[in-house]
């Protein structure tokens, strides 16, 4: 046997393992697949990835539909807020409502660094970085007329009411946030506008 004979047969050799590892894994995957499809029982519950949508809650017929919490309640933590989502409601908050979250130096450098990122994800997108009115969805021409907070006669009270509740095109972000949190980004939309 000469170089050539065994440079064949080492050829041959490799040639034939190459398709027998292919082979091999093939046959494995498929071995597999009906091990997993033939181990399914239909008269048993099987293990669901993700059952959210599989089985919907059923109601029995005399059963008590869910129901809405009543009128006026409060979320848990929460303290309720007095002013109506009406326009007397809103002159109120204007004129009566203040901030009682903290003013000593610490704390508010705090707050309105929490309020500036809140502002970030929540206002930015409407109102701009800098308040001017001029936010992403405003320059794609998405939304027209949001207001320029220089421009405007506000209160902390007034601000925080529209947060609230929203107003004209503004949804309410009442639910978003926090009381501490609307405190937060009202403080710092009064320190965009130059009052503090």
């Known amino acids: 046997m000469g170089y050539v004979d065994i440079h064949i047969i080492y050829i041959f050799c490799h040639y034939t393992l190459t398709k027998f590892k292919t082979l091999s894994k093939s046959l494995m995957y498929v071995l597999l697949t ?48 007095s002013y109506p989502n009406t326009i007397e409601g809103y002159e109120q908050a204007k004129a009566q409502l ?20 809140l502002y970030g994800i929540y206002c930015a997108l409407c109102h701009g970085e800098k308040g001017d009115g001029k936010g992403v969805l405003v320059q794609r021409e998405k939304f027209f007329g949001v207001p320029n907070y ?3 006669d506000f209160t902390e009270g007034s601000i925080y ?35 503090k």
């Not at 029982?41 to 539909?65: G, W």
């Open 34 to 81: 009906l091990l997993v499809v033939g181990c399914r029982n239909k008269q048993q519950r099987n293990i669901e990835f993700m059952p959210d949508m599989y089985e919907s809650p059923a109601y029995k017929t005399y059963e008590v539909a869910p129901l809405s919490p009543p009128e006026h309640t409060v979320k848990r933590g929460e303290l309720p807020y």
């Open 98 to 117: 203040h901030n009682p979250l903290a003013t000593d130096t610490l704390q508010q450098t705090q707050n309105l660094t929490n309020g500036k990122e």
């Open 150 to 152: 220089k421009n405007r």
């Open 161 to 195: 009411h529209v947060i609230y509740y929203g107003r004209n095109a503004m949804p309410a972000f009442a639910i978003q946030l926090s009381e501490k949190e609307r405190w937060q980004v009202t403080m710092y939309v009064e320190q965009i506008r130059g009052n």
